[in-house]
């Protein structure tokens, strides 16, 4: 069963930046399409990011388009998203998963953004 344990949230300000960390239990994802997923209180979780891992190839949901970066590193089975111009609305829990959710969910990591 793979693991999947996300790190790299905290408290930042509107227009600060933060990198988020996604590691599988040594794991390697290069045969699927890693995603990040994020949910905000009382919401559902939603799609931000993913990276083709046969490729490489990335895509971004509309919302973070120009402000959020997926990457990988199959090496250290780890998947990052990398996050600038941060806004309060991107306020949530983060998750990683494959982008069909074939993996058990973690903890995900605790995202705020103050205004």
């Known amino acids: 069963q793979v693991q999947l344990v996300e790190s790299g949230g905290g408290l930042v300000q509107a227009g600060g930046s933060l990198r988020l960390s996604c590691t599988t239990s040594g794991r390697t994802f290069s045969s699927y399409t890693m995603g990040w997923f994020r949910q905000a209180p009382g919401k559902k979780r939603e799609f931000v990011a993913a990276i083709r891992g046969s490729t490489g190839g990335t895509y971004v949901d509309e919302s973070v388009k120009g402000r959020f970066t997926i990457s990988a590193d199959n090496a250290k089975y780890t998947v990052y998203l990398q996050m600038t111009s941060l806004k309060p609305e991107d306020t949530g829990v983060y998750y990683c998963?494959?982008?069909?959710?074939?993996?058990?969910w973690g903890q995900g990591t605790q995202v705020t953004v103050s205004s």
């Open positions: 998963n494959s982008k069909s959710g074939l993996f058990m």
